[in-house]
């Protein structure tokens, strides 16, 4: 039992590439989560998704788009990064909808941008 | 939205010694308040949780309580040990259709031996 799997774990880019951050759970959970977690700034909600084929955005959305390929898997892309968006994401799952449930995390990608 | 405060920022005790962190939250509608700790490199695992139901949830060392007409709720670590060393963090959410959780920046504990 994996619980929540994030690929790749540590990831340097160049300002202005893209890439595609990969979140997958088999929990059965409904919802899932992106954040991201810079120093001394705790856990920032970046798009959540409460059920397959719905996304939201959180708190800190610019510069991300996501997709919430099927009920397992959701993925976090940046289109043209930036300096800014160095940082440690991480992906979260939950029962969530309407049932007040923990979040279960990955290990996390540590993503630095040149 | 949901701001959560969270106090203090580090804290360092001896070990043996109780810690307590301590939380603030703004919203009125918020109903569920997770804890997690953080170790070094590692992912937030929760610790402890508590709902509005309740004031105070006990598991072995820690315990949480809270105080809905203050909006306040508070870590509790009794007997620490260098194992306990982390951020913690506390978290508020008011559930519903959209479920979604609102951290605190986290507190750095340092337990010495």
């Known amino acids: 039992n994996a619980g929540v799997t994030q690929t790749p774990k540590f990831q340097v880019l160049k300002t202005g590439q893209s890439m595609t951050l990969q979140c997958a759970q088999d929990?059965?959970?409904?919802?899932m989560y992106w954040y991201r977690q810079d120093p001394g700034m705790g856990l920032r909600l970046i798009y959540y998704s409460a059920s397959e084929g719905t996304t939201d955005k959180g708190e800190v959305p610019n510069g991300y788009n996501v997709s919430r390929l099927n009920k397992r898997e959701f993925s976090l892309r940046l289109e043209s990064a930036a300096p800014s968006q160095t940082s440690v994401y991480f992906c979260?799952?939950?029962?969530?909808?309407?049932?007040?449930?923990?979040?279960?995390f990955g290990d996390g990608t540590r993503l630095s941008i040149l | 939205g949901e701001n959560v405060e969270q106090h203090p920022s580090t804290l360092s005790v001896q070990e043996g010694d109780s810690a307590v962190i301590k939380c603030t939250y703004s919203?009125?509608?918020?109903?569920?308040f997770p804890w997690y700790k953080q170790e070094l490199g590692k992912r937030p695992q929760l610790i402890i949780d508590i709902r509005s139901n309740v004031g105070e949830k006990k598991d072995q060392r820690i315990a949480v309580t809270l105080n809905k007409t203050a909006k306040h709720f508070s870590l509790h670590i009794t007997e620490t040990q260098p194992e306990d060393s982390a951020v913690y963090f506390c978290a508020a959410s008011t559930g519903g259709s959209n479920y979604k959780l609102t951290f605190g920046k986290g507190t750095l504990l340092t337990v010495n031996p």
């Open positions: 929990m059965n959970h409904n919802s």
């Open positions: 979260a799952s939950g029962q969530g909808s309407h049932s007040n449930q923990p979040q279960h």
């Open positions: 919203d009125s509608a918020s109903n569920y």
